[in-house]
């Protein structure tokens, strides 16, 4: 049986700076 | 409630820091300055060096889950192809990217082995 395999998105990160 | 500034989502470039020919040799591992919470299937992380904090997306946080300094880069490469719909040689490029934007931030570290 074939598992399932999860949607793919690029990989992301967001940098945030605070005050 | 902190009052925030806008958001940046860091820019990707061509050059790369890994060196693809070890990627079977090279481990991830995060700086000890930095500190990473998973909340709702993304993960905050806190540069405590900086005060700079960031956020990663669902893949994103998949990748730093695997960053301890145990996986090589070949390791987590196969574990993303292995779970996710994906062409491998674009999950490559998208994992190596990451990986330098991160070292770039100063929050992950490589180590060859």
Same mark, same amino acid.
């Given at each position: 049986?074939?598992?399932?395999?999860?949607?793919?998105?690029?990989?992301?990160?967001?940098?945030?700076?605070?005050? | 409630?902190?009052? /925030?500034?806008?958001?940046?989502?860091?820019? $990707?470039?061509?050059?790369?820091?890994? #060196?693809?020919?070890?990627?079977? $040799?090279?481990?991830?591992?995060?700086?000890?300055?930095?500190?990473?919470?998973?909340?709702?299937?993304?993960?905050?992380?806190?540069?405590?060096?900086?005060? $700079? @904090? @960031?956020?990663?997306?669902?893949?994103?946080? *998949?990748?730093?889950?695997?960053?301890?300094?145990?996986?090589?880069?070949? #390791?987590?490469?196969?574990?993303?192809?292995?779970?996710?719909?994906? *062409?491998?040689?674009?999950?490559?490029?998208?994992?190596?990217? /990451?990986?330098?934007?991160?070292? $770039?931030?100063?929050?992950?570290?490589?180590?060859?082995?």
């Amino acid at each position: 049986m074939e598992q399932k395999k999860e949607q793919y998105a690029q990989p992301v990160v967001v940098k945030h700076e605070l005050l | 409630m902190a009052d /925030l500034a806008p958001t940046t989502t860091l820019s $990707r470039t061509t050059g790369s820091s890994i #060196d693809r020919a070890r990627l079977d $040799r090279i481990v991830l591992r995060s700086s000890p300055d930095v500190q990473g919470t998973m909340m709702d299937g993304e993960t905050v992380l806190l540069d405590l060096s900086t005060g $700079r @904090y @960031y956020t990663l997306n669902r893949l994103g946080s *998949v990748i730093w889950e695997h960053c301890t300094g145990q996986s090589t880069i070949a #390791d987590i490469h196969a574990a993303i192809c292995d779970r996710f719909e994906v *062409v491998s040689s674009r999950a490559l490029d998208d994992l190596i990217d /990451l990986a330098n934007e991160l070292i $770039r931030e100063g929050l992950l570290q490589q180590e060859r082995r």
